[in-house]
């Protein structure tokens, strides 16, 4: 939750004095999608969580490698969730009246037992979905403890959904 800028040279590591200008200019196209089209990084926020964010996945990369190197990639669910994104208007599509609707938008990946990566995929989905994507197809009704209602995803779809900012 405090993103802080890395010294992206040497491997976006923390450190009292920076100077990324060099690694900027070498690198000025990495802002640049697969599709042309490119992220705004054009102030210190938007590079903070940039960085942060890179960083983060960078790790995650190690820990899959380091399940695939162990065996145990194939026959695991992996589901890695955020509580929330940032309102940092990286991606212009995702702003709409001056909010950016990033903040909406936090990290949900799933890769299920046997399946060979991620999938990008644009279906509706929620951070709420995870008890039901982390409890599907194990051979049992999953259940909440605490009503005794079966865990499933109807709920999204049943009702047009509302989406709000509290702050």
């Not at 697969?34 to 990084?41: M, P």
């Not at 909010?99 to 991620?118: A, H, I, Q, R, S």
Request: hydrophobic letters at 30%; one cysteine or more; glycine letters at 4%.
């Amino acid at each position: 939750h405090e993103p802080m800028l890395l010294d992206e040279k040497n491997g976006y590591i923390p450190s009292r004095n920076i100077d990324n200008t060099e690694y900027d200019n070498e690198n000025s196209d990495r802002f640049t999608l697969e599709d042309g089209r490119k992220l705004n990084i054009s102030n210190y926020t938007q590079m903070i969580h940039y960085q942060t964010n890179v960083v983060a996945l960078i790790q995650v990369a190690n820990w899959l490698d380091y399940l695939r190197e162990t065996g145990t990639y194939n026959n695991t669910r992996i589901i890695l969730a955020s509580d929330h994104g940032r309102d940092v208007k990286t991606i212009s599509e995702l702003t709409y009246q001056d909010v950016g609707l990033e903040l909406c938008c936090p990290l949900l990946m799933v890769k299920d037992f046997n399946e060979t990566g991620f999938k990008t995929s644009t279906e509706f989905m929620t951070n709420a979905d995870v008890p039901t994507l982390a409890t599907r197809n194990l051979g049992f009704t999953a259940k909440n403890p605490f009503t005794g209602k079966e865990i499933n995803m109807n709920e999204k779809t049943a009702h047009p959904q509302i989406i709000s900012r509290s702050f």
